[in-house]
Nanobody
Framework: QLQASGGGLVQAGSSLRLSCAAS????????MGWFLQAPGKERQFVAA????????EYADSVKGRFTISRDNAKNTVHLQMNSLKPEDTAVYYC????????????????WGQGTQVTVSS
């Protein structure tokens, strides 16, 4: 029901725009988040946006570089990633939460399949 796309292999300093398309359900009333998981590590919070689009939160490591946005009319969420660093390399997952703390992984009920982002130095 959530399809993430837009990942790829880029050089440090480049930009990528991830997209998450929802289908089979309207996610306009859901808080949406992006999480990353590097090999051998736990899935961790990157960015989130509440269902109104009025509140966003970011991990400290991406503040000022990443921007989350949503288009409820198109049932999509985007993550604009600028000034990418090698340490941003991971699989990125989008997720939807009906309620709860938007920066907390346990709030999220639905998860996409992930898209690989690889940043070379």
């Amino acid at each position: 029901q959530l399809q993430a796309s837009g990942g790829g292999l880029v050089q440090a300093g480049s930009s990528l725009r991830l997209s998450c398309a929802a289908s089979g359900r309207t996610f306009s009333r859901y808080n949406m988040g992006w999480f990353l998981q590097a090999p051998g590590k736990e899935r961790q919070f990157v960015a989130a946006i509440d269902w109104t689009g009025g509140t966003t939160e970011y991990a400290d490591s991406v503040k000022g570089r990443f921007t989350i946005s949503r288009d409820n009319a198109k049932n999509t969420v985007h993550l604009q990633m600028n000034s990418l660093k090698p340490e941003d390399t991971a699989v990125y997952y989008c997720a939807a939460a009906s309620w709860g703390i938007i920066s907390s992984r346990i709030s999220y009920d639905y998860w996409g399949q992930g898209t690989q982002v690889t940043v070379s130095s």
